[in-house]
């Protein structure tokens, strides 16, 4: 849906569908994903917990544990090379190497009874094969860059002796360490005080840039994506409902789910007399997939077409679009004031 | 507070604990009925005999001053000696708790080599064929007691087979010489009295595995593309090992105390069987020492767990 203008995608995902197979039935936590992130881009995941943002990051990573998971898509590749069939053995060689991840709890991320200087220097040796050696020089210059101090004594430490945003540098760190082509940071500053979250999407941002990284950000927090994003894709109930540049898709949401998720969230710059608004009710059961919008129930701008069929997916400007029925122009202007 | 202090702390509770173990079986022992140096005489023995047997063992002074003497003495390193078959104590337990350790030992390698692979497979394959497989043993190596399970070997592998001899263990008449004389016998007895533990550490590890596999940072570790095997042995199972350890060193002590069966069967001259006797003959002297041996023993297995824990879990210091 986020289309490749002219670049080759370094991952690129084509109708990605995760299910868990459970006692009650089938879960459709990831019902038909499908998204390009270009080569040192930004491509920032937005939506609520349960919404299939992190299920689509460990389907593209293969850690979704089968049974009962299920994954299955039209496509998945990772710099030209198909990635969807391959067996876990090569699927192995990739993680860590040239997809990474961090994670949100950086605390309960890191193995609590091996030192940094372990957990960092495993990938290096594993993936580069690095000697004992060359991987510790490797680890300490990982950690001064990341804005460790005194990183070479630090080695020997457990993750308990660092504070959480260190922790957080650290899984960074190690990320980061064989030089990988997309990193995903799944909710990796939702654990943190503000402040520090702000230092860490700056790290980020400073170092995927540096390296060429390609970054896949997911939060449920629309204030950090628009700081670090160059595009969002908003996922509702396993769906991708709306996707754009990061600037338009703020200036111009164009689907009822991405206006409430606007309205909801609070701005500096906001008069006092606007109030937040809530999106009434919950999220809708995954086990059932309704073929309507999935929205629909919650919906404040429901048009006659929302209930007769579900929604197709339309452009709204270049590389933006949505899978809503409603004309949303007359809130574009509201919501920004 | 560093390890030191506290190990300071633990040791000096030793004593102390150790007073009232004593005193509480010095007391009981002596409340039951039944007298050992009638016992030991018999009834038509005369009144100046049993009466010079009684003050050669303090036996007719007041209780709490028998208790100090038996102290006073251990304090000095002396233990008494048996009134039954008047040898000293110390000697008695010599003998006895080298057969015992040994015997404890062999039962513990045996109860370590089934339950960490069980534990281990029965977690990774949890709800399979494997594990169930494995539970079912647990079961089994829980519900069936030591003696009925030493008949079993005794009868499969001693009788019928020939493979292991039923006895021999402390001996010298075991059959060939050198290392398979030596452990052979110990074999049927190590099983015997290993199994239960078998069932209950690897039900242990069982859980604690599948506690630690279910933890984020197993995630990570399969996310940095690590070797299946390497995120089981080393980042599953130090995490898992920390309480099993810990549980293994509190079991080497209390497998001293409960050999009795085991050692009536294959006839090993353990502690068991001493105490037993003594018991039963109302030996004092040595039922206390032998107590306060096994409670020593029980105790600095338990500050050994504690120790090995600090090793084993970065996150605990005292």
Not at chain 1, 92 to 106: K, N
Request: a neutral charge; glycine letters at 8%; hydrophobic letters at 45%.
């Amino acid at each position: 849906m986020i289309e490749s203008a002219g670049m080759e995608p370094v991952l690129s995902v084509r109708n990605l569908h995760t299910r868990f197979h459970t006692e009650d039935g089938i879960v459709h936590a990831v019902g038909g994903v499908s998204f390009d992130l270009l080569p040192g881009k930004v491509l920032g995941i937005v939506g609520e917990s349960g919404s299939g943002k992190s299920v689509t990051a460990l389907s593209i990573m293969k850690l979704v544990v089968s049974p009962p998971g299920e994954v299955t898509a039209d496509a998945i590749t990772l710099e030209g090379e198909d990635i969807l069939g391959i067996d876990e053995v090569r699927a192995r060689r990739i993680r860590g190497s040239r997809i990474a991840m961090v994670f949100q709890d950086p605390m309960k991320s890191l193995n609590p009874v091996l030192t940094i200087g372990r957990q960092l220097t495993e990938a290096l040796r594993e993936h580069l094969g690095l000697s004992d050696r060359a991987a510790r020089d490797r680890a300490i210059e990982l950690l001064d860059r990341v804005g460790i101090p005194m990183a070479r004594d630090r080695l020997g430490d457990y993750p308990h002796q660092f504070s959480g945003g260190m922790r957080q540098r650290v899984m960074i760190a190690i990320a980061l360490s064989c030089n990988p082509s997309v990193l995903i940071a799944d909710e990796a500053t939702t654990a943190l005080d503000v402040t520090i979250q702000a230092q860490i999407i700056d790290l980020v941002k400073r170092l995927t840039e540096d390296l060429g990284t390609a970054v896949i950000w997911i939060s449920h927090d629309l204030g950090v994506v628009a700081g670090i994003c160059d595009s969002v894709a908003v996922m509702y109930a396993g769906r991708i409902v709306e996707s754009g540049p990061v600037r338009d898709l703020f200036h111009r949401p164009s689907h009822g789910y991405t206006l409430g998720l606007l309205g909801s969230t609070p701005r500096l710059d906001d008069d006092e007399e606007r109030r937040l608004q809530p999106i009434d009710g919950l999220p809708p059961s995954l086990l059932d997939p309704v073929p309507l919008c999935p929205f629909l129930p919650r919906c404040r701008h429901a048009v006659g077409a929302c209930r007769e069929k579900p929604p197709a997916w339309r452009d709204v400007a270049d590389v933006h679009g949505t899978r809503c029925w409603a004309d949303l122009t007359p809130y574009w202007r509201a919501t920004n004031g | 507070m560093n390890t030191l202090a506290y190990l300071a702390r633990r040791i000096v509770q030793i004593p102390v604990v150790l007073i009232v173990t004593t005193l509480t079986i010095f007391i009981v022992v002596r409340a039951t009925p039944g007298d050992p140096v009638e016992l030991m005489l018999g009834m038509q023995t005369s009144p100046d005999a049993v009466q010079a047997v009684r003050e050669k063992f303090h036996l007719d002074k007041p209780l709490y001053q028998q208790y100090l003497i038996w102290l006073g003495d251990v304090i000095r390193g002396d233990l008494g000696s048996s009134i039954r078959l008047n040898r000293p104590v110390s000697q008695m337990l010599g003998e006895r708790l080298i057969v015992s350790l040994q015997l404890a030992t062999a039962a513990m390698l045996f109860a370590l080599l089934i339950s960490i692979p069980l534990g281990i497979v029965a977690a990774i394959w949890r709800n399979t064929w494997v594990d169930y497989g494995a539970t079912g043993y647990m079961v089994l190596g829980f519900s069936i007691p030591n003696f009925a399970l030493a008949l079993i070997l005794i009868y499969v592998f001693a009788v019928e087979l020939d493979w292991f001899p039923i006895s021999g263990i402390g001996s010298s008449t075991s059959r060939g010489g050198g290392v398979w004389a030596f452990v052979s016998p110990f074999i049927l007895p190590a099983v015997a009295l290993g199994t239960v533990q078998t069932a209950y550490f690897g039900r242990l590890l069982r859980s604690s595995m599948i506690d630690v596999l279910g933890q984020d940072y197993i995630r990570t570790a399969h996310a940095k593309g690590l070797k299946p095997a390497v995120v089981i042995a080393v980042h599953a199972l130090k995490n898992a090992m920390i309480p099993f350890v810990t549980m293994v060193a509190i079991h080497f002590g209390y497998m001293i105390g409960i050999q009795i069966t085991i050692e009536y069967i294959f006839a090993i001259p353990g502690m068991g069987l001493a105490v037993l006797t003594a018991v039963v003959n109302r030996d004092f002297p040595v039922v206390q020492g032998f107590t306060l041996v096994i409670a020593i023993f029980f105790l600095v297995t338990n500050i050994i767990a504690d120790v090995l824990y600090t090793f084993l879990d970065p996150r605990i210091r005292y």
